[in-house]
T-cell receptor, first 115, second 117 residues
Framework: AQSVTQPDIHITVSEGASLELRCNYSYGATPYLFWYVQSPGQGLQLLLK??????LVQGIKGFEAEFKRSQSSFNLRKPSVHWSDAAEYFC?????????????FGTGTKLQVIP | GAVVSQHPSWVICKSGTSVKIECRSL??????MFWYRQFPKQSLMLMAT?????????EQGVEKDKFLINHASLTLSTLTVTSAHPEDSSFYICSARGAGAGANVLTFGAGSRLTVL
């Protein structure tokens, strides 16, 4: 079964600083990888995804992530954080099983942005 | 883009009552819908997978008789929390998977917060 680890529960960065959120996954084959963002009391919004091809993927809101198979990682990055980026970020891995894709989420990283 | 609507967004009920939460795909047909539960400050836990026209597949540890799921059409799935108790209070989120090019990406609803008094 697949699993996802987000080692950082809480990260604080200054507005304008760069950001990297870590994600490691465990899966026997090439996974489908996702990053979602959740604002308080809201559902999840897809930031970006990796299925195959170029290992550096661009997403919405200026985010990007790089798939590194050798490290089983899919870290999320943003060169300059904005105050509106404060939210909780979930890394997820999708695997096909029984005809449907089962998505497993990490425990999330809460991002705080200070002025 | 694909939109999933959940209703109600917040419901408060008395212990022992049943509550129904609806999940609708607004502009696409969702062959499969998923129901998640999220406890405060925790991740999303998959409760069940709902396929249109067939019985839902529940994850281990999820009570089928407690959380009734119905996926009667390609645009609607419902989750009914039967005889709700305070420990059922949680944030319930649905997601939908479309067909074709949209099959590999889940679109999430905004969630429904259930508070059982």
């Amino acid at each position: 079964a697949q699993s996802v680890t987000q080692p950082d529960i809480h990260i604080t960065v200054s507005e304008g600083a760069s950001l990297e959120l870590r994600c490691n996954y465990s899966y026997g084959a090439t996974p489908y990888l996702f990053w979602y963002v959740q604002s308080p009391g809201q559902g999840l919004q897809l930031l970006l995804k990796y299925f195959s091809g170029d290992t550096l993927v661009q997403g919405i809101k200026g985010f990007e992530a790089e798939f590194k198979r050798s490290q089983s990682s899919f870290n999320l990055r943003k060169p300059s954080v904005h105050w509106s980026d404060a939210a909780e970020y979930f890394c997820a891995v999708g695997a096909w099983s029984g005809g449907y894709q089962k998505v497993t989420f990490g425990t999330g990283t809460k991002l705080q942005v200070i002025p | 883009g694909a939109v999933v609507s959940q209703h109600p967004s917040w419901v408060i009920c008395k212990s022992g009552t049943s509550v129904k939460i609806e999940c609708r795909s607004l502009d696409f047909q969702a062959t499969t819908m998923f129901w998640y539960r999220q406890f405060p400050k925790q991740s999303l836990m998959l409760m069940a997978t709902s396929n249109e026209g067939s019985k839902a597949t529940y994850e281990q540890g999820v009570e089928k008789d407690k959380f009734l799921i119905n996926h009667a059409s390609l645009t609607l799935s419902t989750l009914t929390v039967t005889s709700a108790h305070p420990e059922d209070s949680s944030f319930y989120i649905c997601s939908a998977r479309g067909a074709g090019a949209g099959a590999n990406v889940l679109t999430f609803g905004a969630g429904s917060r259930l508070t059982v008094l």
